[in-house]
């Protein structure tokens, strides 16, 4: 009998602050804007989408499809839901 293969959700291991940290800051290193939006939905999912959702004032439902693979949240959205992750958005110097 085969065994049935479930679908891994990387927000069940971000399970303290600093791993959603580390998770975020990888994401942003890609430099891919789909990949780094879909990056901040599961810190969120793993924070919790209700207690996003409450703290930013956004539906549960605009949060899931902002950081869909198809989403494209604005940098408004994406900064809400920073704040309420209690991250920052930070600028640095490139290296080449």
């Known amino acids: 009998m085969a065994e049935k293969l479930t679908a891994y959700d990387p927000a069940e291991d971000l399970g303290s ?9 990888e994401a942003f290193e890609t430099g891919d804007p789909g ?6 939905g599961v810190v ?3 924070k919790g989408m209700t ?3 409450n ?10 499809k902002s950081f869909s693979e198809t989403g494209n949240p604005t940098l408004k959205t ?3 839901v920073m704040k309420a992750l209690g991250m920052t958005l930070a ?3 490139a290296t080449a």
Do not use: N, W
């Open 17 to 25: 602050d600093e791993a959603k940290a580390i998770f975020m800051s």
């Open 35 to 40: 990949y780094i939006a879909h990056a901040l």
């Open 44 to 46: 969120a999912r793993a």
């Open 51 to 53: 207690q996003i959702a």
């Open 55 to 64: 703290d930013t004032g956004l539906s549960r439902e605009q949060l899931y």
């Open 78 to 80: 994406t900064l809400a």
């Open 91 to 93: 600028a640095k110097a």
